[in-house]
């Protein structure tokens, strides 16, 4: 046995052993009674090992099968000599499937608990060699051999440590191991690896991290455990190689979005950004994706900036280093940074908006992607559009809506819906034919991309595209999809829903079919409750059907009046105007005329009379005056201060006969009941009537006598009418070439002689005459 041990060391009498059989003799030795033949059998097998081409015959013979009974000798050189042999066979990857199914696993994890060092070193480097198997490492797991391993690591011999650091790595691959490694309380033995003397433990242990940190169910442990302090110490380290496993450790952690502040926080941005600097280019590719995800949250994206990173993952963008994968990461990391504000500056001053828009025509669709999404960014502030649009990326951009790539599609309609609430840009998006396109993607299965498109949509159709185009919007979306939009819980798609009816109403001869559609009663339940700017478009699409006399009753009678008293309540003149026409439309229907009125009216007609816009002004005007026909609303507007008010500020602020005319017809509508007189009398109103007779308008004249020529139907209003010059502004009617001023005139002349004590101050006015 002793001789055939010797023999065997000698590597050039390997060929010679094995074609005489030499490994059959010392299987035998492996059960013999004599222990110490049994060690020099062991010895002889473990030499003969150190050869792969000796190995098959080791297999064919028995002999590994045998090691694994030897391992449980009590003779610690037979042990150790196993281990030996064990670790030779396993040296090569052609033995792992046999190991495995000769139950190696079992005697590695019996040897690395042993006393012994050096039988506890070999089964290390045994381990370290078989997990680079899948199956082994599963094996290794389910039989509980992570905890000898972790035990082992806390020897003071350095190599031990190397090894069982090297070992654990390997452990470390398997998604399943990964768990089991931090449960077993392996993260103290790593950290205090990390600081290790040696920097091959130190790299293996940072390996082992950034392996663990791939999980994502570790990755709070790691946190809690304050890897990251360790991580940031290691990473100042002289070895390419450790900085490189902390620079993916840290960038695994960081792909966890919560984890960021807390990464940042410990001080480990600043090492990274000096990694993108690194020599290496792996050591670039991992700093850059740790700054890429650092910088996908808000509260980081300043501070990458502040830190410099600038310079460096634009270097790496333009693929300085070579490496796709650290290009890709970088403009990642640059993409993110855009989405905060205060960097879009400082990256359009250094390039990074010309770079994007060269991004567009890379062949990575990845990078293209990113282009995109960081133009899209930049689309959200209103200070980089001349930019953007001048760098020529819009034709790029309408040119990556039409491509089958949805994830393109949803950058660039994101970049559009920011750029489209320019004005000179709506009309350029317009007018190079896209909408087609991002209508198509608004009937996209893809929600987040379907608001994009819908949200890109409303604010084009502030340029008219849609009102130009109502046929063809019609077409791409049907009215009960818009109804449908117009239904969600969603504010873009409500908002679009209301646009795009409101813009296809204004079109008579389509207006039959959006009431077909069942269009009229949701606008009119969502009107009444969904944000104000979809309530201004819904009013706006009542105000067209509005346009229709016959569209009014379904207005009425589905409850759309609130939504038209809000509008014509709007700060913007143009939203007034619209509402309070509208309003003076069905007012002029008498059916709806005490509905209207009831509708609280009053605020939006007080509204109307302060407007400084002429037009508001005469329609409020002519919308009293409908209302004042309805003889319930008479009393009811005589008793309203307020609308008195607004009716003398009318008369008295105004020039333009339009609207001093209906003004006035509405206070004649009211002194049609002797009721209303008091109301009036106490504001002095016919005092303010007077001057109007000497205006030259026929309507306005005519309206004033009529109103003078009511009130002296009762006697208790005669002596103000007297006393403020009645008899002359009658007479002054009477003399007006219109019949009906003339006729008025006179009749109120002879209401007021219907009084003896008047006949002197008319006999004095030469009334007689």
């Known amino acids: 046995?002793?001789?055939?041990?010797?023999?065997?060391?000698?590597?050039?009498?390997?060929?010679?052993?094995?074609?005489?059989?030499?490994?059959?003799?010392?299987t035998i030795l492996l059960t013999d009674a004599d222990e110490v033949a049994k060690r020099y059998g062991v010895l002889g097998i473990g030499n003969l090992a150190v050869s792969r081409e000796s190995h098959q015959e080791l297999f064919d013979v028995g002999a590994v099968a045998s090691l694994v009974e030897c391992v449980k000798s009590s003779d610690v050189m037979t042990k150790r000599a196993a281990a030996f042999a064990i670790n030779n066979i396993s040296s090569n990857p052609a033995n792992h499937t046999a190991c495995e199914r000769l139950g190696i696993t079992r005697a590695l994890i019996q040897l690395l608990s042993d006393t012994d060092k050096d039988a506890s070193l070999q089964a290390t480097?045994?381990?370290?060699?078989?997990?680079?198997?899948?199956?082994?490492?599963n094996q290794f797991t389910e039989l509980n051999g992570i905890p000898s391993l972790v035990a082992l690591g806390h020897s003071e011999d350095v190599e031990v440590r190397r090894e069982v650091a090297a070992a654990i790595r390997n452990v470390s691959l398997s998604v399943n191991s990964k768990v089991v490694l931090v449960r077993e309380k392996v993260l103290p033995l790593l950290n205090d690896m990390m600081h290790s003397p040696d920097v091959e433990?130190?790299?293996?242990?940072?390996?082992?991290?950034?392996?663990?940190?791939?999980?994502?169910?570790?990755?709070?442990?790691?946190?809690?455990?304050?890897?990251?302090?360790?991580?940031?110490?290691?990473?100042?380290?002289?070895?390419?190689?450790?900085?490189?496993?902390?620079?993916?450790?840290?960038?695994?952690?960081?792909?966890?979005?919560?984890?960021?502040?807390?990464?940042?926080?410990?001080?480990?941005?600043?090492?990274?950004?000096?990694?993108?600097?690194?020599?290496?280019?792996?050591?670039?590719?991992?700093?850059?994706?740790?700054?890429?995800?650092?910088?996908?949250?808000?509260?980081?994206?300043k501070k990458v900036v502040q830190e410099g990173a600038l310079p460096a993952l634009i270097s790496i963008a333009k693929f300085d280093n070579a490496d796709l994968e650290s290009q890709r990461y970088a403009v990642l990391a640059l993409t993110n940074l855009t989405g905060t504000k205060a960097n879009h500056s400082l990256l359009v001053e250094t390039g990074c908006l010309q770079l994007f828009r060269a991004f567009f025509d890379h062949q990575d669709v990845e990078i293209r992607n990113s282009a995109c999404?960081?133009?899209?960014?930049?689309?959200?502030?209103?200070?980089?559009?001349?930019?953007?649009?001048?760098?020529?990326?819009?034709?790029?951009?309408?040119?990556?809506?039409?491509?089958?790539?949805?994830?393109?599609?949803?950058?660039?309609?994101?970049?559009?819906?920011?750029?489209?609430?320019?004005?000179?840009?709506?009309?350029?998006?317009?007018?190079?034919?896209?909408?087609?396109?991002?209508?198509?993607?608004?009937?996209?299965?893809?929600?987040?991309?379907?608001?994009?498109?819908?949200?890109?949509?409303?604010?084009?159709?502030?340029?008219?595209c849609i009102g130009d185009n109502p046929?063809?919007?019609?077409?791409?979306?049907?009215?009960?999809?818009?109804?449908?939009?117009?239904?969600?819980?969603?504010?873009?798609?409500?908002?679009?829903?209301?646009?795009?009816?409101?813009?296809?109403?204004?079109?008579?001869?389509?207006?039959?079919?959006?009431?077909?559609?069942?269009?009229?009663?949701?606008?009119v339940a969502i009107g009444n409750q969904a944000d104000l700017e979809t309530q201004r478009c819904i009013a706006y699409a009542l105000c067209n059907l509005a346009a229709d006399p016959s569209r009014r009753v379904d207005i009425v009678r589905e409850g759309g009046l609130p939504a038209l008293m809000s509008m014509a309540c709007s700060e913007d003149f143009n939203d007034q105007l619209a509402a309070i026409s509208t309003l003076r439309g069905i007012s002029s229907h008498p059916e709806f005329r005490r509905q209207v009125f009831l509708a609280n009216i009053t605020e939006a007609l007080t509204i109307g009379t302060r407007a400084n816009n002429l037009d508001i002004r005469v329609e409020t005007a002519a919308t009293l005056c409908s209302l004042s026909i309805n003889d319930d609303n008479k009393m009811e507007m005589a008793l309203n201060d307020t609308i008195l008010l607004n009716l003398i500020d009318l008369l008295k602020q105004n020039q333009d006969p339009r609207c001093l005319r209906q003004a006035m017809g509405c206070l004649s509508n009211l002194t049609e009941r002797h009721e209303c007189h008091p109301f009036i009398r106490r504001h002095q109103i016919h005092n303010i009537v007077l001057p109007l007779f000497h205006n030259d308008d026929n309507g306005l004249c005519r309206e004033a006598a009529r109103f003078l020529t009511n009130l002296a139907a009762v006697h208790e209003n005669h002596p103000p009418i007297i006393s403020g010059g009645g008899i002359a502004?009658?007479?002054?009617?009477?003399?007006?070439?219109?019949?009906?001023?003339?006729?008025?005139?006179?009749?109120?002349?002879?209401?007021?002689?219907?009084?003896?004590?008047?006949?002197?101050?008319?006999m004095n006015a030469k009334v007689h005459l």
């Open 471 to 523: 046929l063809a919007f019609l077409n791409a979306c049907d009215v009960k999809s818009l109804v449908s939009y117009l239904c969600s819980a969603d504010a873009t798609f409500r908002l679009f829903g209301a646009v795009a009816l409101g813009n296809i109403a204004s079109a008579m001869p389509l207006q039959d079919t959006v009431i077909a559609g069942g269009a009229l009663a949701p606008l």
């Open 201 to 301: 433990v130190c790299h293996q242990a940072a390996g082992v991290i950034a392996n663990l940190a791939e999980s994502p169910e570790n990755q709070s442990l790691m946190v809690d455990d304050g890897v990251i302090q360790h991580l940031k110490y290691v990473l100042r380290s002289k070895s390419i190689d450790v900085q490189r496993e902390a620079c993916r450790a840290i960038a695994n952690i960081s792909a966890e979005y919560g984890y960021a502040p807390a990464i940042v926080s410990a001080g480990a941005l600043q090492s990274l950004v000096s990694a993108l600097s690194s020599p290496d280019f792996l050591c670039q590719r991992y700093a850059a994706m740790g700054v890429g995800n650092l910088a996908g949250h808000p509260s980081n994206q």
């Open 125 to 137: 480097l045994a381990t370290r060699h078989l997990c680079e198997s899948a199956k082994f490492r």
């Open 1 to 26: 046995a002793r001789s055939f041990a010797l023999f065997a060391s000698k590597r050039d009498s390997h060929p010679t052993l094995v074609r005489v059989h030499a490994a059959v003799r010392m």
């Open 373 to 464: 999404f960081a133009v899209a960014n930049l689309s959200a502030n209103s200070n980089n559009h001349t930019l953007i649009s001048a760098e020529g990326c819009l034709p790029k951009l309408i040119q990556l809506v039409k491509v089958e790539d949805k994830y393109a599609n949803l950058r660039a309609v994101s970049a559009l819906r920011g750029l489209s609430t320019d004005a000179n840009i709506r009309v350029e998006i317009v007018e190079s034919g896209a909408l087609p396109d991002i209508l198509k993607l608004a009937k996209s299965d893809e929600v987040e991309l379907q608001m994009e498109a819908l949200a890109c949509l409303c604010n084009l159709s502030l340029c008219g």
């Open 729 to 762: 502004a009658l007479l002054l009617g009477c003399q007006k070439e219109d019949a009906m001023t003339a006729r008025f005139a006179t009749l109120g002349l002879l209401n007021l002689s219907t009084l003896a004590e008047n006949h002197v101050p008319l």
